[in-house]
């Protein structure tokens, strides 16, 4: 979960941007979500388009260039070479740099993502998984389960844990992760609700001469949360279409902000109305809305300043991989909430045989 910040931009696994002051333009040298170390530098908005994205600023994208020289050469490029253009791969979950060569990555960054998509895939794939996990024949647990460990966790992969070369290659990495967090909230939201997320009133029939009807709160929350990041891939689209004017990371960060956070208040809205244990309810806001977030602007964001009260290894291990722990942490006790509610009293996890 990540916290709307006014004047933070919260980065796909884990980074931010400082606003521009006046007309000292923008903060370059702080990239993409990398989560990584970057020199501070003022710098006016063209140059730092030019900073952020060098192959896309005033030109073509790279791959088309690359292409036009496979028929320079009196050939087509094939989907091999372009595929092999695209990342360094011998050196994947190895390399120490993020694409644009200035953003730092510590040895196990992606590493975490990649182990919990790979088993979270896995699970919900195979009969004995989703036997294990209970959710064989519940569609919402399938939706939280997949909203929560399975896409986002691949598309934080994708940003940190493959060497993209050409940059609109991570970009679209980046766009993904963002969407992947959006979308977790949204989702968690709609598997609350269950089936029918999307009808927002209740109608009482109890009694046939008075039927009452009654405006879900909670369906209300899904709706809106399933807008919202509706309106957010349509942001990030435009975004990736316009980057060779402005990096992606800049395009219309404030809205981007805002639909995250108005995402994570809905599920906390839910969560709070629908977890019964108040123990784990309190636990939940805690940590999710509060350590989380808190966290994350001390300890994890470019900016920061504080180290923390968790341990730290440089170059290997980061406040950005604690954090993403202390986040899968928060995502199992999510899921056990909600298994409670499906399940009843007495529900617990089984070990496939």
């Known amino acids: 979960a990540l ?54 600023a005033g030109g073509k994208s790279d791959l088309r260039r690359g292409t036009r020289g496979a028929f320079a050469r009196g050939r087509r490029q094939t989907s091999y070479e372009k595929l092999h253009e695209l990342a360094d791969w011998k050196r994947i979950g190895l390399h120490d740099k993020y694409a644009d060569a200035r953003m730092s990555r510590p040895m196990t960054r992606g590493w975490l993502h990649i182990g919990i998509a790979a088993i979270a895939t896995c699970a919900v794939a195979s009969d004995g998984g989703r036997d294990s996990l209970k959710i064989r024949h519940e569609k919402s647990l399938v939706t939280f389960f997949f909203v929560t460990f399975v896409f986002p966790y691949w598309a934080s992969t994708l940003l940190h844990f493959v060497p993209w070369k050409r940059r609109v290659a991570h970009d679209v990495a980046l766009v993904l992760d963002f969407l992947g967090i959006a979308s977790g909230f949204a989702g968690q939201t709609v598997a609350w609700c269950g089936e029918r997320w999307w009808a927002l009133v209740d109608v009482d029939t109890t009694d046939e001469a008075n039927r009452k ?100 290894w440089p170059g290997v291990w980061s406040a950005h991989e604690n954090w ?29 045989e």
């Open 3 to 56: 916290m709307a910040i006014p004047d933070k931009q919260p980065r796909g696994g884990g980074d931010t941007e400082t606003e521009p002051r006046g007309d000292l333009g923008l903060l370059s040298g702080i990239a993409m979500g990398a989560g990584g170390e970057a020199t501070r530098r003022w710098a006016s908005r063209r140059a730092d388009v030019r900073a952020e994205a060098p192959h896309e």
């Open 324 to 352: 993403h722990v202390v986040i899968l942490i928060l995502h199992v006790m999510q899921f056990y909430a909600i298994s409670l509610k499906t399940h009843g009293e007495g529900f617990k996890w089984e070990w496939p």
């Open 213 to 312: 009807v009654k405006i879900n709160p909670d369906r209300v929350a899904a709706v809106a949360a399933v807008a919202a990041t509706c309106i957010l891939a349509y942001i990030l689209t435009v975004a990736v279409l316009r980057r060779n004017r402005v990096p992606v990371m800049l395009h219309r960060r404030t809205a981007r902000f805002a639909i995250t956070g108005f995402n994570m208040l809905m599920l906390g809205i839910v969560e709070t109305r629908n977890v019964r244990s108040v123990p784990l309810n309190v636990l939940l806001q805690l940590v999710g809305k509060i350590f989380v977030p808190g966290y994350f602007v001390l300890c994890v964001a470019v900016d920061a300043t504080r180290k923390g009260p968790l341990p730290l």
